[in-house]
């Protein structure tokens, strides 16, 4: 992806955040597919279309890149205009799907529901070992890396696992055991990133990105840990803090198209240049304070005019 390829290392996002969309897999009485696609189209095809028309001139002004119409198509079918775009694919992919997942999942409970969503994420994971035991074993192989329109189908796991603990908080001892969980799930994706597992069947089941074990341990673990925090009985989801928690959820959407922009602008000022920010955790860990903070302040303006506000999903 041209200048903003490298900076790919320091974009953290996963399969967590697909869990946001929990809520669609409940049905509406009386609503129909059409009517379901109106809806969520309305608030994700404006932004998309802003997002990826933002980010090219991002790449053709600010990294010098020259654009051609056969490179665009193709990023564009990649998904692959920017380091964080995918992610508008995935849910394009996941509301495409839902009111087929509605009638198949409605009446069944959490435990078959953590069956079928544990199943899938478990197959993406063997579509990706796979090929890397076939490379083990001297075969030719790729690993599955699937375009644009394709790039939903190893998150429906996700999708459906959200569903199913939508509404499950944990107390004192199973909070502290899902805790201890995250950190160690947590600790293989750190360790597999900074050194990587030298037995090539470790990594098997220790790497995989998005796609192996560990992330989706830690994506579960961190989703249920933070619904246990601030689940609808606790003080965080009670007034005032409530409403703004609400509000700022409003703006998230907003905060994930813009995030990036504003690293890329930090990340050539002389404090947070990108060569002296990967290398230092305490000045990554500040501009990432700085830019969230900043990307919600200028959402929420944005958000205050009517003709821009479409353009964060707001």
């Avoid at 375009?147 to 509404?167: C, E, K, N, Q």
Wanted: glycine share 10%; aromatic share 12%.
């Amino acid at each position: 992806m041209g200048g903003h390829g490298p900076r790919s290392r320091l974009v953290m996002g996963g399969p967590g955040v697909h869990h946001g969309q929990r809520r669609l897999l409940a049905p509406r009485p009386g609503e129909g597919a059409r009517a379901f696609y109106a809806r969520r189209l309305q608030r994700i095809a404006i932004p998309l279309v802003v997002a990826h028309v933002g980010y090219l001139l991002v790449r053709w002004l600010m990294f010098g890149e020259q654009l051609t119409i056969p490179q665009i198509v193709r990023d564009l079918l990649h998904a692959q205009v920017f380091v964080h775009l995918y992610f508008f694919w995935i849910i394009l992919g996941l509301y495409l799907i839902t009111p087929l997942l509605r009638p198949a999942l409605a009446g069944r409970t959490r435990n078959e529901l953590l069956v079928i969503g544990g199943a899938c994420v478990g197959w993406t994971w063997a579509v990706w070992a796979g090929a890397q035991i076939l490379g083990i074993a001297g075969a030719r192989t790729v690993i599955w890396q699937p375009a644009a329109l394709t790039l939903f189908l190893p998150y429906i796991g996700y999708f459906v696992l959200g569903f199913a603990l939508r509404d499950l908080v944990l107390r004192r001892g199973a909070l502290l055991g899902a805790i201890g969980l995250f950190g160690v799930a947590e600790f293989l994706v750190v360790w597999q990133y900074a050194v990587g597992a030298q037995n090539p069947m470790l990594a098997v089941v220790a790497g995989g990105g998005y796609q192996g074990l560990p992330v989706a341990l830690t994506a579960v673990a961190i989703f249920v840990i933070s619904r246990s925090f601030i689940s609808s009985s606790s003080p965080a989801a009670r007034p005032p803090l409530g409403a703004v928690a609400r509000h700022l959820g409003e703006l998230s959407l907003g905060v994930f198209i813009l995030h990036v922009f504003l690293l890329n602008v930090a990340w050539k000022s002389a404090p947070f240049a990108f060569d002296v920010v990967n290398q230092n955790l305490p000045l990554t860990l500040l501009l990432w304070v700085v830019v969230t903070v900043l990307s919600f302040a200028a959402c929420a303006l944005i958000a205050r005019v009517p003709i821009l506000r479409k353009t964060i999903g707001f």
